[in-house]
């Protein structure tokens, strides 16, 4: 189809493409919508455990919930800040490397960083719970290096805390950021560097190819984002 200027458009989604949608759709409103309402109407009641809990739009439990648990907020807001801050710091490179330089041993680095996924949440954190252990191999070696005390721990600590929250969340902004990466064509990022501080009118045209190539903050922003949106539902502040 072509508009009066003769400018081609776009054909709507047919009956075929909206029958495609609808089990994504379907599936988002019982196990996103549904449970969403639920959650929402149960924060607004009122009650207690003797008598049962009523809806009155009790929207105080909002600033009760924010003053009575307002030091377990603002760590968890911490621990979720420094842990996307090291996802980035170690994700980054991760995902540069794989996309520019792992060559054929591409497919297995993306296996490595996909694999954690083939066990389940809770498995991975028991494991870190059995590697920095009060008598494990890990604290045993920083003690005979000297840099432990017999009475240090780091287990039930915030080091431990974002440790762990680093490292089963680190291909949540690895692999985002590779895709991103990869996209990247890696000759004109070559005539960007042959192009700087040159003014010849081709060598300006090169070098805004290039710099259209090179991703901006929305690649990191997403798995930023993502990181943020999931690793709280995971963890449960200490009183």
Known sequence: MTQPGGKPTRAG????GRLLLAPG?????V????????LGNTSL????????????????????????YQDQFIRSIWYGAV?????????????????????RYKNLLLMLVIAPFFVTYLIRTLAWQTILADEG?????????????????ILATSTAVIAGITYNFLPFMVLPLYASLEQVD????????????????????????????????RPILRPSVLHQRLWPERFKPQQ
């Open 25 to 29: 759709l379907g599936f988002l409103f």
């Open 45 to 68: 009641q009122k009650g207690d455990i003797n008598v049962g809990y009523v809806f009155t739009w009790a929207w105080s439990n909002y600033s009760d919930a924010l003053s009575t």
């Open 83 to 103: 842990a996307t801050v090291l996802c980035l710091g170690l994700g980054y490179p991760l995902a540069y490397f794989i996309a520019v330089r792992a060559g």
């Open 31 to 38: 196990f996103f919508l549904v449970p969403i309402y639920y």
């Open 13 to 16: 989604p047919g009956l075929g």
């Open 186 to 217: 890696l000759r004109l990022l070559d005539d960007f560097s042959l192009c700087c501080g040159k003014q010849r009118p081709e060598a300006t045209h090169r070098l805004g190819r290039a710099e259209s190539q090179i991703p901006g903050p």
């Open 137 to 153: 191999v890990f604290m045993n070696i920083l003690r005979a290096i000297g840099l432990m005390g017999d009475n240090d721990r």
